[in-house]
């Protein structure tokens, strides 16, 4: 007999995400950021989790390079391979907000869809998505890993913004360029937003 999704039976946990988040003072949420490689997604997730650590709360952070070393290291930069690299870090997201934090991540998510499949994942107001809306002439000028170089000789294929499209958000509830504010003046948006929506106090 082989094992089919029937078999399948949900777990119910006897600590709930609301004892968890309450255990820790803090309401969970994600914080998704998408953008551009070089747009600062990185950068400014690690200066907003650093501020957010010193203030006493509980995240993570999750880096699209660091996931590919471990859980999605099978995958590859095809559009197929792409939607199941967000479809896997939106359910990680979920389960670490479950477990009561607040969990930024950094990934280009090129694809709307796969942006919205994330958002679908969570109840309203716990996803907050992040536009680096960072030019590309800019982000192409930084090149940090010399990544649009190659993909300019053809040397990489199906990198976003040259050979493969980048769908921008159109209701992101935050927007920042890094080619206009600082990464300090980006961590004070974050924060005041946060504060505003009651995710964090001040």
Not at 51 to 67: I, K, M, P, S
Not at 85 to 105: C, M, P
Request: charged content about 30%; overall charge neutral.
């Amino acid at each position: 007999m082989t094992l089919s999704k029937q078999h399948i039976v949900w777990h119910a946990h006897k600590v709930t995400r609301a004892e968890r988040a309450q255990k820790k003072s803090q309401k969970p949420c994600l914080l998704w950021f998408t953008g551009l490689s070089g747009s600062g997604k990185s950068t400014v997730a690690n200066a907003l989790d650093v501020a957010l650590f010193e203030r006493g709360y509980h995240t993570f952070l999750l880096d699209g390079d660091n996931v590919r070393h471990g859980l999605n290291r099978d995958l590859r930069f095809s559009d197929k391979d792409r939607v199941e690299n967000i479809r896997r870090v939106g359910e990680v997201s979920k389960l670490f907000t479950d477990a009561g934090l607040i969990v930024l991540s950094a990934f280009i998510s090129p694809f709307f869809s796969d942006r919205r499949l994330v958002r679908n994942l969570f109840p309203s107001g716990e996803f907050v998505e992040v536009f680096m809306d960072t030019p590309l002439e800019i982000c192409e000028t930084r090149d940090p890993k010399g990544l649009y170089k190659k993909a300019r000789e053809g040397a990489i294929k199906d990198f976003t913004g040259i050979d493969s499209p980048y769908e921008r958000p159109e209701r992101a509830e935050i927007v920042l360029d890094t080619s206009e504010l600082t990464v300090e003046a980006c961590v004070d948006n974050l924060l005041k937003y946060m504060y505003e929506r009651d995710l964090i106090l001040s």
